[in-house]
């Protein structure tokens, strides 16, 4: 017998089965609930999106965007390849228009393929016949190939590592800053990164988030994007949840805070490990993040970005904070919270939850004025949000005991004999369209075995109907719970199983 591969999910992403989604519905539908009173709508942007996209907003330097993304080349919609060298000449002209129309994308590497397509074209024109042909020849042959294959012909895109890019772009391209106020939306749904799994780090992960684009930066803008999250911490009863904030300041007094980091950093450069020595010319921000123990007394005595922001970012971080003890939001000052996304200015902050042992945070996010200019949206827009890991939020409520509330199997319903089973099946339509949750077997079974059935699917009852019931028209209900047994017409029985206890 031919041997029969076992399929497995790929590494770093899963399954979540019941009755573990019953968790995630309820957290879905507790957001959606939440983010509801607060005035936010929901936006599903697609998976797939420029890769450009990503490259421009969280920034190329970024762990994310230079190894965590699933990236690939698609083909464009109508090109033919060449099948016989003769036909070259013909696909040549064609690559060309579409790469002047932008159908192909306008990259350096394609420009550089392109060109070293054609030059091995006139190459190729120019040769012997074949039998004369030397080393050379060959090897413009070659090359008239082998650039052909190298042209990224078709759009570069990305699995979505995150939305806010997304959002941004959806936000533009659909003019949405003619809306009245400030535009609220959320999201909920699977973001994909090429990290080394462990437990609360996925490849396919999923997020929750909320953003908030419009023309005002007003601190309460921030303070009650938090209040929000922390009411749906509180719905959904997590417990030990601690909020770090930051501000890093914006482009008038960031620049000159990151020369002065660098500056110190380069002082302390050979105490530093490899990613560190890195960052320095990278992103010096990010050293401030490393959790690697020798560095921690090193970074302790950095300069601290609090300490070095200008007046107008002092004044809004203060508001912030004020903003945010008018609604009784705890918090916890971190000037070391950098977070590790470009876009990010003024306000920043995380979430940490019990239970996730290093990989601890459970929702991260700030402010991102400028970044819809960045990508060519209205030059004033600010805007900020966060994105919660839901996976992470999940683990954090099973570890506390908040697990998951499957709804039970109301009623097993037994039934012996043809007659029965069609009975069965109309009085199984009325129970469900009541609302109780039934379990109709699809084939005839031995009492005993019916019954056990029911048991092990820890039905609340077992209704059976067999040919004394039919003849009598009622039916049995037994209690699984004690044992209890009684006999009820239609009428009664929809009143006996109505306090769904
Ligand atoms: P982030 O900090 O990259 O921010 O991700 C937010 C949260 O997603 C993290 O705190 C974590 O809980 C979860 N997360 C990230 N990567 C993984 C992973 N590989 N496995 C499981 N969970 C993960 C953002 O994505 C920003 N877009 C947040 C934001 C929205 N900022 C402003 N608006």
Redesign the pocket.
């Known amino acids: 017998m031919a041997d029969r591969a076992k399929f497995q999910a790929i590494k770093g992403v899963r399954d979540i089965l019941p009755p573990e989604s019953a968790l995630w519905n309820r957290v879905e539908q507790t957001g959606r609930e939440v983010f509801g009173t607060f005035g936010f709508a929901e936006i599903r942007a697609p998976i797939l999106e420029p890769t450009e996209l990503f490259a421009r907003s969280i920034g190329l330097d970024t762990d994310?965007v230079s190894k965590e993304m699933y990236t690939f080349v698609d083909r464009p919609d109508r090109l033919k390849e060449p099948k016989k060298l003769g036909e070259y000449g013909e696909f040549i002209e064609h690559v060309k228009k579409l790469f002047q129309n932008g159908e192909i994308p306008n990259t350096r590497y394609n420009e550089f393929a392109m060109a070293s397509l054609e030059e091995a074209w006139e190459k190729y024109k120019q040769l012997r016949p074949r039998d004369k042909l030397t080393e050379k020849d060959w090897e413009s042959l070659d090359l008239l190939i082998l650039s052909k294959e190298a042209m990224k012909l078709g759009p570069d895109m990305s699995m979505r590592p995150?939305?806010?890019a997304s959002v941004c772009r959806a936000y533009i391209e659909h003019g949405m800053q003619v809306q009245p106020g400030n535009v609220k939306l959320y999201y909920m749904g699977p973001?994909f990164?090429r990290?080394r799994p462990q437990k609360?780090?996925?490849?396919q992960?999923y997020?929750i988030?909320a953003?908030v684009l419009g023309t005002s930066d007003a601190p309460g803008i921030d303070a009650e994007v938090i209040e929000m999250l922390m009411t749906l911490f509180e719905r959904l009863k997590l417990k030990g949840a601690i909020l770090n904030i930051n501000s890093i300041g914006d482009k008038n007094c960031r620049p000159a805070y990151v020369e002065k980091l660098r500056a110190e950093l380069q002082k302390v450069r050979e105490q530093l490990g490899p990613d560190s020595q890195r960052r320095i010319e990278t992103n010096p921000l990010r050293v401030l993040d490393s959790k690697i123990e020798s560095e921690q007394a090193i970074i302790a005595k950095l300069p601290r970005v609090a300490e070095n922001l200008c007046d107008e970012c002092r004044a809004h971080y203060a508001e912030v904070k004020r903003q945010m003890d008018l609604r009784g939001i705890q918090y916890q000052e971190n000037w070391r919270l950098v977070?590790?996304?470009d876009y990010y200015m003024r306000t920043t902050f995380?979430i940490t939850a019990p239970g996730l042992g290093s990989?601890n945070?459970?929702?991260?996010?700030?402010r991102?004025d400028g970044l819809v200019e960045l990508l060519g949206g209205p030059a004033a827009t600010k805007g900020?949000?966060?994105?919660?890991?839901t996976?992470?939020l999940i683990l954090s409520l099973q570890e506390a005991g908040e697990g998951a509330t499957q709804t039970g199997l109301d009623v097993y319903l037994a039934w012996f004999g043809a007659a029965a089973q069609t009975a069965a099946i109309g009085l199984a339509r009325r129970l469900r369209g009541a609302g109780f949750v039934v379990e109709l077997p699809a084939v005839e079974m031995k009492f005993g075995k019916s019954l056990g059935l029911a048991d092990r699917l820890k039905a609340r009852h077992a209704v059976i109907i067999g040919d004394d019931e039919l003849t009598a028209g009622v039916v049995t209900v037994k209690r699984l719970a004690d044992g209890t047994q009684q006999k009820l017409n239609k009428h009664q029985l929809f009143d006996y199983l109505r306090p769904r206890a």
């Open positions: 994310v995150e939305a806010t973001m990164r990290e609360g780090r996925y490849r992960f997020q988030g953003e977070r590790g996304l995380e990989q945070a459970v929702c991260g996010g700030g991102y900020i949000g966060f994105a919660i890991g996976d992470r």
